[in-house]
């Protein structure tokens, strides 16, 4: 930032367990410093959102907001962690894509996938007794990514049946190996903006996937952003197109079998992870929008009354003080919101601490855990979503009267956390993870592990 921003204090309503942020001036190769988490990610998602408004509605590429993003050091920091504690863990780092989302869901979009593609080399790369030297090599990517201060984003998994053609790899002529990348893919963060690139493509289009590294200056890397977003419009989502690009052979981070039955348990936690991140994402708008609102009434700035509460005149509900603190419907309303967010962070912290218990496994995880996995991070993204969706339909009711006056400029900008919401939860098709926790549940049945899950 090249100026200093005031921020004020923007207080949320924190409905689990808050882990740490990194301190803004700490080089990459020394331990974090866990009791600097908290503060410096506050101070940024408070200065996030100061603007955050004003940024949605210019609609423009997250340079800026990536610029923020290095100055307190996130890309760097938030990568997988290692045996010298670089890096962020699990709990830790779901903590700050939270914390930045209640400020910024774009922002925590970026960095949600910024992490989940950290893991890349562990997720997919080969297990540590076939590699002695893992975490060193070219493939360690959490490793360089901090290192190089890199933001990553792209995605691993194919297109789902019908989305598009898929990213093909050719073997490059010489002797110096390697491959050609051919293709185009649409990807819903970062890359826009980021400085690598890590996608998935097949060689000749069929077989195993192979997962690379790619740098987005190269001429033969061209990008569309994605302008058109009915939400999380500053995520620098966009579709890129791959024109002959070289990937050497130490840029193959590695590989996902074509054949379900040939992948470890612990590789299909990569499309979980990114799952959960997301969630993170979500549960951060439901937060985010409830203590903005929150403040809104407690000011007694909030919009008229709606015409379903008899009894409750609209300028008592205005008024503010005690007239707005005091009316029953809007306890009422608060009390069931603050609830439903109470809810959704419980069954995501259940969610999170699983998957955080997975990793740890590593390459012993066994199948049985993997599916307890899923089911609970199915069961935080059906729970969550809907919350979300609910927290901020009704906020608009609440707090701005009508969507129809922000739209036209005027109100707080309440509408951007139900266009942030609806963008973010409406890829997740609820009836399909609910089926999957019954079919699990009922007959004990696993869910698939192949990406996409």
């Given amino acids: 930032m ?3 921003r005031k921020s004020p204090k923007r207080p949320a309503i924190r409905t689990g367990s808050a882990a740490g942020a990194p301190r803004l001036d700490r080089p990459v190769d020394r331990p974090a410093d866990d009791e600097i988490w908290p503060r410096v990610t506050r101070e940024l998602a408070d200065d996030l959102a100061v603007d955050a408004l004003a940024r949605d509605r210019a609609g423009k590429a997250p340079f800026d907001e990536v610029a923020r993003l290095q100055e307190a050091g996130l890309p760097a920091l938030l990568t997988a962690p290692g045996p010298t504690r670089r890096g962020a863990d699990w709990r830790a780092a779901c903590s700050v894509v939270r914390e930045i989302s ?3 869901s774009s922002v925590g979009e970026l960095l949600a996938h910024h992490y989940a593609l950290s893991w890349s080399s562990r997720f997919l790369g080969p297990a540590p007794e076939a590699d002695p030297q893992r975490g060193t090599g070219p493939l ?4 360089r990514t901090a290192e190089e201060r890199w933001l990553l984003a792209g995605g691993i998994e194919p297109p789902r049946a019908g989305s598009g053609p898929d990213l093909v790899l050719t073997p490059a002529e ?3 190996g390697g491959w050609i990348l051919d293709g ?3 990807f819903a963060s970062g890359v826009t903006v980021a400085d690598r690139l890590v996608v998935g493509a097949r060689p000749g289009g069929t077989g195993d996937l192979l ?10 890397v061209f990008t569309d952003a994605g302008t058109d977003r009915v939400g999380q419009r500053l995520a620098g989502a966009g579709t890129v197109t791959f024109d002959h690009v070289p990937v050497e052979p130490g840029h193959v981070l590695g590989a996902l079998p074509h054949d379900e039955h040939a992948v470890a348990p612990f590789t299909t936690l990569a499309p979980l992870a990114l799952r959960l991140l997301l969630v993170q994402v979500g549960l951060g708008i439901a937060e985010g929008a409830l203590a903005e609102a929150r403040d809104i009434s407690r000011a007694g700035q909030a919009g008229p009354a709606p015409a379903d509460r008899p009894g409750t005149p609209a300028a008592a509900h205005a008024a503010g003080g005690a007239g707005a603190g005091d009316d029953p419907y809007l306890l009422l309303a608060y009390g069931e919101l603050a609830t439903a967010a109470h809810a959704a962070a419980a069954v995501v912290e259940r969610a999170t601490d699983a998957l955080a218990r997975g990793l740890l496994a590593g390459w012993s ?3 049985e855990e993997r599916a307890d996995i899923a089911v609970l991070v199915a069961a935080a993204e059906t729970v969550t979503g809907r919350a979300a969706l609910h927290i901020t339909t009704r906020i608009l009711e609440l707090v701005d009267g009508t969507a129809g006056a922000d739209a036209r400029g005027g109100g707080p900008g309440f509408d951007r956390f139900w266009r942030n919401a609806r963008a973010l939860t409406a890829p997740t098709q609820a009836a399909h993870r609910l089926r999957d926790i019954g079919d699990h549940y009922l007959n004990g049945t696993h ?4 990406l996409p899950a």
Avoid: I, N
């Fill in 2 to 4: 090249s100026t200093p």
């Fill in 102 to 104: 209640a400020a910024d």
């Fill in 140 to 143: 360690a990517l959490d490793v």
């Fill in 174 to 176: 010489g002797s110096g």
């Fill in 184 to 186: 185009r893919r649409s």
């Fill in 211 to 220: 997962v690379v590294l790619v740098d987005p200056a190269h001429p033969g």
């Fill in 365 to 367: 995880l066994g199948p």
């Fill in 447 to 450: 869910a698939r592990l192949t």
